[in-house]
Each structure stands twice: as C-alpha cells, then as structure tokens.
C-alpha cells in the first residue's frame, strides 16, 4: 500500500503561483511513478502531469505545459508541483497519485493510489 498526502493548496490571484508538495509512504518511492491529476467543479478528473521514478523522463498536459513544473525528491519520497502564471481555469482540486512501474508515462491510466487532494483556488 502507499500513503499519499497533498500539501500546499490555497487561494491565489491570477498570474500567481503555488507550489504543491505530496508525502508519500508505505513503499519504495523510487519505485512508482508519481503523477498529479486535478478535478474541477462540475467535471471530470484529468490529467495534469507525471514524472518517471528517477525523475529523468517527465509528461504534462498541452494545458499547464511551460507554467507548470512536476519533480520529486526520491530521499525525501516527496513529489512536487510548481505552479507559474496561474489562472481561474486552473482552480480545482489536485490530486497526488502513484503507479508501479511498467507503463508507459504518457499513459495516464492505471493510477491505483491516490491521495485526498487539495484545493487550488485561483482568482480573477
């Protein structure tokens, strides 16, 4: 089993930033692929990033490609998201999620640990 815990959510003006951080427990950390997803009022969860084990391969949604910046920290088993030049479209809330290895990392199925996620609030 693997723990995930968000942190960092909060409320922003457009054009801000946040930085996301999910602790993650219960396994091997440099053993899963770690991803971020997020989920809007009213719609459907999608995907917003992912990052190899190691952190040398990294996928990201068209829509947050060059604001936002997907790492992770494999001695601190941390995973983190900045997130640049923020706008209202961005506001939901953002999930920390993990895979084993094996897929490909511009596969964004087989996520099967999640955390609780956090909100993300963005303001006009």
């Known amino acids: 089993q693997v723990q995930l815990v968000e942190s960092g959510g909060g409320l922003v003006q457009a054009g801000g930033s946040l930085r996301l951080s999910c602790a993650a427990s219960?396994?091997?950390?440099?053993?899963?692929?770690m991803a971020w997803f997020r989920q809007a009022p009213g719609k459907e969860r999608e995907f917003v990033a992912a990052i190899s084990s190691f952190g040398s391969s990294t996928n990201y949604a068209d829509s947050v490609k060059v604001r936002f910046t997907i790492s992770r920290d494999n001695a601190r088993n941390a995973l983190y998201l900045q997130m640049n030049s923020l706008n209202p479209e961005d506001t939901a809330v953002y999930y920390c999620?993990?895979?084993?290895?094996?897929?490909?990392?511009?596969?964004?199925?087989?996520?099967?640990?999640w955390g609780q996620g956090t909100q993300v609030t963005v303001s006009s």
């Open positions: 999620a993990a895979r084993d290895l094996g897929r490909s990392l511009f596969d964004d199925k087989g996520y099967n640990y």
């Open positions: 219960g396994r091997t950390f440099s053993r899963l692929t």
